[in-house]
């Protein structure tokens, strides 16, 4: 893993904004694969700036979002769906036709996770994938636990993973869907290239057990270690633990 540092969230976001602009303008028909939560807000922002300067252009990309909650629709303020509209969809050029985010409405789950992975292989596999981390060491909604699921798949959410999305619902927890789909980690795994962003104290010591750490199911981001080509960009407070 490479791993990069920066003084804050701030310097870190434009730093990956101009990266992906440089990738998209190399090869216009890029899939990405993308992450929710709030360490990508920032981020989101600079992409939307540097669209809004003509420095980026997305009309060719394809998306793919890492994950959704299972029981509410596209159009539910609380969907990632929504987040993503919000901060990224609404300000730059994406065709409607390459975004993909799970639908947390489908009638059929399972279904809905095949479906997901037969449309990740048509684009022809994710390019880059951007990632956060959870505080208990997930990617996307991949939870510790004995074992791991390869592809898109439902999850059964922790109690801590439903606090820490609170956000979206009101600051209630309760209100946080107990389910959700996920790419699996065989289908993050599968992206050629995977950048892992974190940001803030709170995340200092899953970062130091997943660079230092063994491989383990109770920490899935470990799993990043078998993978040729990761790169994680961290601020200095989220580096904090790692020992150099
Ligand atoms: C959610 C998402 C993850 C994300 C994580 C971290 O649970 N499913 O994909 O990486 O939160 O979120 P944050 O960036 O808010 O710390």
């Known amino acids: 893993m490479t791993i990069t540092l920066f003084k804050d969230e701030r310097a870190l976001a434009r730093a990956l904004a101009l990266q992906i602009a440089a990738a998209l303008e190399a090869r ?14 920032r981020l989101y922002h600079e992409l939307g700036t540097l669209h809004a300067h003509r420095q980026l252009d997305f009309s060719r990309a394809t998306t793919f979002n890492l994950d959704e909650f299972l029981g509410i629709g596209p159009d539910h303020p609380g969907s990632y ?11 730059v050029n994406l ?21 997901y992975e037969t449309a990740i292989a048509a684009a022809g596999g994710i390019d880059l994938q951007l990632l956060g981390i959870g505080t208990n060491g997930h990617i996307g909604f991949n939870e510790p636990a004995r074992e791991l699921a390869g592809r898109t798949h439902r999850v059964t959410l922790t109690r801590s993973t439903r606090r820490s999305n ?17 790419m699996g980690m065989a289908t993050i795994l599968h992206a050629r290239h995977i950048i892992l962003i974190a940001t803030g104290k709170s995340k200092a010591k899953c970062i130091e057990r997943m660079v230092h750490g063994p491989i383990t199911t109770k920490m899935p981001a470990s799993f990043l270690q078998v993978h040729a080509n990761v790169e994680l960009m961290l601020d200095d407070a989220a580096a904090s633990a790692i020992r150099r």
């Open 28 to 41: 216009p028909e890029a899939v990405l694969g993308l992450p929710t939560g709030r360490t990508p807000i």
């Open 81 to 91: 769906r929504a987040f993503m509209e919000q901060h990224l969809f609404s300000r």
């Open 95 to 115: 065709s409607a036709d390459r975004i993909n985010v799970l639908n947390g409405a489908a009638p059929d789950p399972e279904r809905e996770c095949e479906r």
């Open 166 to 182: 609170a956000a979206l619902f009101g600051g209630e927890a309760d209100r946080v869907p107990r389910e959700a789909l996920s």
